[in-house]
Structure formats: structure tokens, C-alpha cells
């Protein structure tokens, strides 16, 4: 790891080792699973399911993932067992480690809107890139070529912009696509209620990759630690930055091994 890193993260984890209590929230895609054309197929990286798996069986850290995905696939993804507490479509949904499952209701107007928007991809004939959240729809170019994939933007940006007017939905980029979704519920919605759950002794990191993970570095602001983790650096709010797989490996590695030696 490299001197700079040591500096920041060698004084947090002694913190983290004499914690009261500890979360460890994360990003899934790009943060703990490399991006890949099949969304389906994104597994972890090797090696972090093993490392997630030891931490949770500790059961002295509370496990957060925070995800754009819908939470049935976070799920699947991880396969992960015991489970830990899963936000999805970037906090609408939520999954408690004890399987109890929460949606926040939308109301009818934005919901016809939000079918709207999948009808408009289809007519544009990109069904096989749509993604369907129950707060949102996106649109995936990632393996496309940039010509592509910029034709696909330019498609989606005019199908979707006249659906956002007088409306609660917003389009928001991500790495690799467009998303159409309802505003009023963000990452850091769900790192300010994983929060308020807790006291004023906790310690806590959140790990992140793209722009959507910015709200969650703003909420945890002089509450945590922000870690960037993507392979090329980019403007964040985030404290540190990570290349995985292999500094994300020993960051969960260290985190692992200080909670082993927890009084």
C-alpha cells in the first residue's frame, strides 16, 4: 500500500480497533465487482466475497451495501451468508440482515412515467441495454464502442428529457450509462440512515467508485472515511483513493484482521 495511504488509514484503523461499535458500508459495481458488458455476470472480484464473508461472521461490524442495482441482484451477486443489510435503486429499496424488505412507495403518475421511459428505449431498439429498477430505468452502452455509445446517450437524453419536465424523475449519469429515476432518495440517503441508527462512537468508511457515490461521500463528511476505489483517479469528495483489486483487498484484508484482534 502506498506511503500516502498508510498515512490516512494507519491512524484509522487503531480507531476502528478500540470502536464502540463499526459499519463498513460499500458500493457493489466498480467497488466490489469489476464492471462488465454482462450486468448479470459482475461478480466480486476474487477474493472479496471470502473477505466480506470473514467480516460478517465476526458480527462486531455492521455491513452495509449501498447499491444503484435492485436489491434481489445485490443479493445473488454476493451470495453472501450470513447476509448483510442491502440498500437498492440507490436507497428506495432496503433488505435487513434478517430478510425483511422495505419499499418506498412511488406514486401513480411517476411510476406511468417511468413505464414511459422503458417503452421509449424499446422503440429505440435498445430493450437488450434497458435495465429496470422499481425506482428507475437505465440505459447500459458499457462494450460499446465510444461512436456507440454516444449515439446511445444522444437517443436516450432525447427520449427521456421531455419525461423529466413538471415531474420528480431526473436523469443521472453513471459510469458506463444514463439513468431515468425518481428523485428524493440517493446513497446518501441511505448512509444518513444507517447513521441515525447509530452513536456517536461508531466508525465508519464507505467505499465507492462512481459519481452516484459522491452523495454518499457528502453525507458521511466529518462522520467517516471516504474511499474512493476505481483504477484511474477522478475529482471526489472522497479522503482516499484505492486502486482494486488489490489495495481494495487489503483494505478489507486490514479491516478483517483489526476486527479479529477487537477487545
Not at 130 to 154: L, M, N, Q, Y
Request: net charge negative; proline share 6%; with cysteine.
Amino acid at each position: 500500500m502506498q506511503d500516502s495511504l498508510r498515512e490516512v488509514l494507519t491512524p484509522f484503523f487503531s480507531r476502528l480497533r478500540v470502536a464502540a461499535r463499526r459499519i463498513l458500508m460499500l458500493d457493489y459495481d466498480g467497488t466490489l465487482a469489476p464492471f462488465t458488458p454482462d450486468r448479470l455476470r459482475a461478480f466480486p472480484y476474487p477474493g472479496v466475497r471470502e473477505l466480506l464473508q470473514d467480516i460478517l461472521s465476526l458480527r462486531n461490524t455492521r455491513v452495509a451495501v449501498i447499491s444503484g442495482r435492485a436489491v434481489d441482484e445485490v443479493s445473488r451477486l454476493l451470495n453472501l451468508s450470513p447476509k448483510p443489510e442491502i440498500w437498492g435503486s440507490h436507497g428506495w429499496e432496503h433488505l435487513t440482515t434478517e430478510g425483511v424488505y422495505s419499499l418506498w412507495p412511488l406514486d401513480g403518475p411517476v411510476e406511468n412515467r417511468l413505464l414511459e421511459g422503458k417503452r421509449r428505449l424499446d422503440e429505440l431498439g435498445l430493450a437488450d441495454r434497458r435495465e429496470d429498477k422499481p425506482a428507475s430505468v437505465a440505459v447500459h452502452w458499457r462494450g460499446a464502442s465510444s461512436e456507440e455509445a454516444g449515439a446511445i446517450r444522444e437517443q436516450a437524453m432525447a427520449a427521456w428529457q421531455p419525461l423529466t419536465l413538471g415531474s420528480s424523475l431526473e436523469i443521472h449519469p453513471f459510469d458506463g450509462g444514463l439513468e431515468l429515476r425518481v428523485q428524493g432518495r440517493h446513497k446518501g440517503f441511505a448512509v444518513d440512515a444507517i447513521l441515525s441508527d447509530e452513536q456517536t462512537e461508531t466508525v465508519a468508511a464507505y467505499l465507492g467508485d462512481d459519481l452516484t457515490d459522491e452523495d454518499a461521500f457528502r453525507a458521511l463528511s466529518g462522520r467517516g472515511l471516504r474511499v474512493l476505489v476505481r483504477s484511474d483517479y477522478r475529482a471526489t469528495e472522497a479522503d482516499v483513493w484505492l486502486r482494486p483489486p488489490r489495495e481494495l483487498l487489503e483494505f478489507l484484508e486490514n479491516w478483517r484482521d483489526v476486527c479479529r484482534a477487537a477487545p
